[in-house]
Structure formats: structure tokens, C-alpha cells
């Protein structure tokens, strides 16, 4: 066994401690399909640690969310810069479908996987690529989703979650606060690249559908989500289907009529909903 496999059975030993045996099976099948490409030079010692916080978190994003419906691919260059994380993206196709992320390695374990970057790359792939006009609802996903993960890694409680999510909801009303509909209004801020306003006005519509799940259905988001991986995420091609299928999968129309709402309502109607 080398390095890089003592590294991993360690890791899943740590990770599938206290799970029944039938998630142990679905745990050994998410660690298997994650991997790393090094892009740039890191050290065997800077291997193991990139090492062990990518298992790791690529785990805790899929155990929340779903296993995604293949392979999960992090593509890792170092540098220097002044922050933890940066050039985090996630790519939908290609040669490099997967997530990149650059890592400053003066930073410590901690502070990379406190971050939200990494968890909201994840996140991005547990939705088919949507066009760029619905960036606010991609990235309002992405917003709510990736705390969803820190949630269940213990990095919030719910009351701190949802403090967290009150305060930066409420940060931004008043710029909701001008006529139109809510969908008109978001998309202006995504022009304008407003990015506190399209990312955490995005993420109301999860906040909300979150909410009703589990207060009408007895369910919640992430179930819906992980349900999703198999119905109809590598298929789906528009905004359309997902929302579709997302009904489907719950058996009520709870995420049109909320995109209806969205569309049709005012902003300030619609965030006071909130
Ligand atoms: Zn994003």
C-alpha cells in the first residue's frame, strides 16, 4: 500500500466510523470516485494535506447532497495570495470537468476548510449547466447549498445557520426594494454584478422551498437534491426541467409555483415573504 492509499483508507475509516453498513457502501462508492490532478508543484507533504481536506470535503458535499452521477475530479494549483482559496471553479464538461481550486499553503487546514469556497464549488455540479441568464439561481444554490454542507460537518448549528442566512438576507432587502418583479430585479443586480444581492437574493428561493419542505412535506432540500442525482440531473438541460423534476421527485408542484411566484410577484413582495 503507498502513500496516498494509507492516506485514504485512514480518512475512511475516520469518515464511515459511525454509519449503518448500507451508507458504509454508499460512503466506499463517494471516496472511490474522487480524485486530484496536480497542477502545479506541491510537496509530498503538501500532497497529503491537500489530500486529506479534498476527501474530505469532496465526501461531507456528496453524503449531504447526493453522490454525484460521476466521477468527482479536483484540479489543484498553489499560490500565493491573500487568502486561503482562490480561482475556485467548477467545470460542467470538457477534459477538466470537476472543481479547480488554487491553494495558498502558508494558510492552515482549518482556515481551508472553514472557508465556503470548496463546498460551494461541489455544490455547483449537483445542478446540470444552466445558462448564464439564470446565473442568480445557480449561484442562490451554490449560496444556500454550500452552508447546507457546513451544516452537516458540524462547521454551524441551525440557530447559527440561521442567523447567518436572517443577516445576509436582510443586508441586501433594501436593494430589492424598487419596482418590478423579483425576477427583474435580481437580473438587473446580476448585470450590474451585484454579487451580495444575486447570490443571497438567489438563495431565498432555497431558503423558502427549504422551509416549506420541511414544514408541509416532512422532507427537506438535500433529499430532494440527492434524489435528484439519479432523477434527472444528467438529463435535464434547462431551468424547466430541473424544477420539473424536482416536483416529481417530491410529487407536488412546490418549486414551479415558487419560481412562478418569483417571476410574477414584485421584489419587495417577495422578499417580505422571506
Ligand atoms: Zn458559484
Known sequence: MNRFHHTLSFLFMLLIANLSLASKKDSLRIVKDISI?????????????????????????????????FPLKFYCRQKEMSQPLGGCVAKFGGPKRGVQVGFDMRYT?????????????????????????????????????????????????????????????????????????????????????????YYWGGSTYFYRANRALEKKYDTNLKEIISKYQQRGRQTDKTLNDVLRSWDNILGKKLFTSLMHKYKTESARQVMADV
Do not use: C
Request: aromatic fraction near 14%; proline fraction near 2%; glycine fraction near 4%.
Open 109 to 197: 487546514d482549518e482556515q481551508f476548510i472553514e472557508s465556503w469556497k470548496i463546498h460551494h464549488e461541489i455544490s455547483h455540479l449537483h445542478l446540470p449547466w444552466l445558462e448564464k441568464k439564470h446565473e442568480w439561481f445557480y449561484e442562490g444554490f451554490a449560496t444556500y447549498m454550500s452552508r447546507q454542507i457546513m451544516l452537516d460537518m458540524g462547521l454551524f448549528t441551525k440557530e447559527s445557520l440561521d442567523k447567518l442566512n436572517r443577516k445576509r438576507i436582510d443586508e441586501i432587502r433594501d436593494s430589492f426594494d424598487r419596482d418590478g418583479t423579483f425576477l427583474e430585479v435580481v437580473t438587473y443586480h446580476q448585470d450590474q454584478w451585484n454579487f451580495s444581492e
Open 37 to 69: 490532478s496536480w497542477e502545479s508543484k506541491f510537496s509530498a507533504e503538501e500532497k497529503s494535506r491537500v489530500e486529506r481536506i479534498l476527501y474530505s470535503l469532496g465526501y461531507h458535499a456528496q453524503a449531504s447532497l447526493g453522490k454525484l452521477p
